[in-house]
């Protein structure tokens, strides 16, 4: 689509969507200018709350219901399955390739998009139509409940800070339940060909620390690495993760029996759609994979790794 249809879309949208003069002046007189912080530094300043919302990321969409902006997202990505309600809302395209035809149609007042898992030309292309993009990448459990927090004020919900709040409680106790654990070695698969891993600056490599875990490949450059499969075997993981849906997984592994993974049978399946997702669910999943790492924790003591 061109640049000039796409505008003259925008301006269709936004012609469509004009009150009449007395109602916009009421309206101007109820409502207050709202204003965040997204994760790029970006500073998000609508004139009222956001009353229609489009998500581009899975994670983003559970963000914004659990910030009791729900009832006003009007679009979302594909995968978006979380709440029930999100997957009955329009698709608006994949993370890497949105429909900005379809996003612009459906008028929003403000985008919440992912930083580096969507098209970055397309987050251009929005913004240089005007339209409002909240930059969502959520690194650290802190900044889960943030985002509860900033989505929740530019949807004007106090549900986002009463969620947030919920949040850190429940993190606090899980940090000191588990945090002075004994350490145990970990490698966390998320895809089996090429074989794949995440790196220490995903969140998720956070809640591998949270339980007193270590993630072994979390020092490689990439967010997401491919690592060979003798990478693994040279680092001997006290415990295997498989976060992806390889049914045959646990065999593929089970072929080294030398590997103290295998040999302690600490091998455990993570549900991805909830672990590798930057939402509030991630908490609930941290504290099961704590619960897993605790498990291999007591296996190891008893089976001590073998001297090479």
Request: aromatic residues 6%; contains cysteine.
């Amino acid at each position: 689509m061109t640049g000039a249809r796409l505008l003259r879309l925008f301006r269709a949208a936004i012609t469509a969507a004009l009150l009449p003069a007395a109602a916009t002046a009421a309206m101007a007189a109820t409502t207050s200018t709202v204003s965040a912080v997204d994760d790029s530094g970006h500073r998000i300043t609508l004139a009222a709350p956001a009353m229609r919302i489009v998500s581009l990321a899975p994670h983003a969409t559970e963000l914004l219901f659990a910030a009791g902006a729900g009832a006003r997202v009007v679009g979302v990505s594909a995968y978006s399955n979380f709440p029930a309600e999100a997957s009955r809302l329009p698709s608006v395209g994949d993370a890497m390739r949105a429909d900005l035809e379809r996003i612009i149609a459906l008028k929003p007042d403000l985008i919440v998009g992912w930083k580096s898992g969507n098209n970055p030309a397309q987050l251009a292309r929005l913004r240089a139509l005007g339209l409002p993009v909240f930059d969502s990448e959520p690194r650290r459990f802190d900044d889960i409940a943030s985002s509860l927090e900033r989505l929740g004020t530019l949807a004007g919900s106090d549900e986002g800070r009463v969620a947030a709040a919920r949040f850190r409680d429940a993190l606090q106790k899980l940090r000191e339940r588990y945090s002075a654990r004994a350490p145990v070695t970990v490698f966390y698969q998320i895809w089996p060909s090429p074989l794949m891993t995440l790196n220490d600056a995903h969140i998720v490599s956070e809640a591998i620390r949270l339980c007193a875990g270590v993630n072994l490949f979390g020092t490689l450059a990439p967010l997401a690495p491919t690592v060979s499969r003798e990478a693994v075997l040279k680092a001997d993981p006290q415990a295997i993760f498989v976060s992806d849906e390889d049914a045959r997984a646990f065999d593929r592994w089970r072929g080294f029996g030398k590997l103290s993974a295998v040999r302690s049978d600490n091998l455990f399946r993570v549900d991805g759609s909830v672990m590798n997702r930057a939402g509030p669910r991630m908490l609930t999943a941290t504290a099961r994979l704590c619960e897993q790492i605790d498990a291999a924790r007591q296996k190891n003591t008893t089976n001590p790794r073998r001297t090479r």
